[in-house]
C-alpha cells in the first residue's frame, strides 16, 4: 500500500465529444481519450475527472488513466455525487446485499 501515490486535490474537468456523452447516459462504463475535446489539468492515474457535456453540464465522475487509452473509468453518471468513503460503501451494500 505504501507505493499506492495520494490522490490529487484538484479533480480534473474534461469535455468530450457528443458521441460519448451519449454512450455514457447509456451506462458505457469507459471514456476513452480520442472522445476528449479539451482537459482542465494534466492528472495522475486514480484521479477523479468529472466529465461535462458540450454545454458544460455535468454528465459523470470516474478514475482518470493517463497512460490507457480508456483514459477514465465511470463511477457514476446522472446527477452529480461525491466520491467518498460512504459512495464505495454504498456501492458494496448494494453488490452485496447479505453484509
Not at 474537468?13 to 475535446?37: E, Y
Not at 459523470?60 to 464505495?88: C, E, M, Q
Given at each position: ?11 480534473i474537468?474534461i ?7 451519449r454512450?455514457?447516459k447509456q451506462?458505457h462504463?469507459w471514456l476513452?481519450?480520442?472522445s476528449?475535446?479539451?482537459q ?9 475527472a ?10 459523470a ?11 477514465v ?10 466520491i467518498n ?12 446485499p447479505?453484509y
Amino acid at each position: 500500500m505504501q507505493s499506492i501515490p495520494p490522490a490529487s486535490d484538484r479533480n480534473i474537468a474534461i469535455h468530450v465529444t457528443r458521441a460519448a456523452i451519449r454512450q455514457i447516459k447509456q451506462g458505457h462504463p469507459w471514456l476513452f481519450d480520442n472522445s476528449i475535446h479539451k482537459q482542465s489539468h494534466d492528472g495522475a492515474t486514480g484521479d477523479l475527472a468529472v466529465i461535462f457535456d458540450h454545454k458544460r453540464r455535468f454528465t459523470a465522475i470516474g478514475l482518470y488513466d493517463p497512460a490507457s487509452p480508456i483514459r477514465v473509468k465511470i463511477l457514476h453518471h446522472g446527477a452529480p455525487t461525491t466520491i467518498n468513503t460512504a459512495f464505495f460503501v454504498e456501492r458494496l451494500r448494494f453488490a452485496a446485499p447479505c453484509y
